[in-house]
Nanobody, 115 residues
């Protein structure tokens, strides 16, 4: 069964760093891309960063230069390194794995940045 398990998140002061991890079940050949999205109350879920099986990446403009997404194919794990965080980054962060057969979401992890 395809699923993802997230870890990381928490409370950090502005300017600080956090790392999120997401591990997907199955083998890496069945996953087109994995990434992180975030959502705040009353707003739509938005893409933060995504990495394809080829290694290419997409980033939201608001996080470019501060966030880095990487992938360990052997472990089916994606990492999101978040640096220089600011209060506008506060949100629930969701991991997504786009399998060939289905799209799978994690349960979400809270990231809170205090000013």
């Amino acid at each position: 069964q395809e699923q993802v398990v997230e870890s990381g998140g928490g409370l950090v002061q502005a300017g600080g760093s956090l790392r999120l991890s997401c591990t997907a079940s199955g083998n890496s050949f069945s996953i087109n891309h994995m990434g992180w999205y975030r959502q705040t109350p009353g707003k739509q879920r938005e893409l933060v960063a995504r990495i394809f099986s080829t290694g290419s990446t997409n980033y939201a403009d608001s996080v470019k230069g501060r966030f880095t997404i990487s992938r360990d194919n052997a472990k089916n794990t994606v990492y999101l390194e978040m640096n220089n965080l600011n209060p506008e980054d506060t949100a629930v962060y969701y991991c997504n794995a786009n399998y060939v057969v289905k799209n799978v979401w994690g349960q979400g992890t809270q990231v809170t940045v205090s000013s």
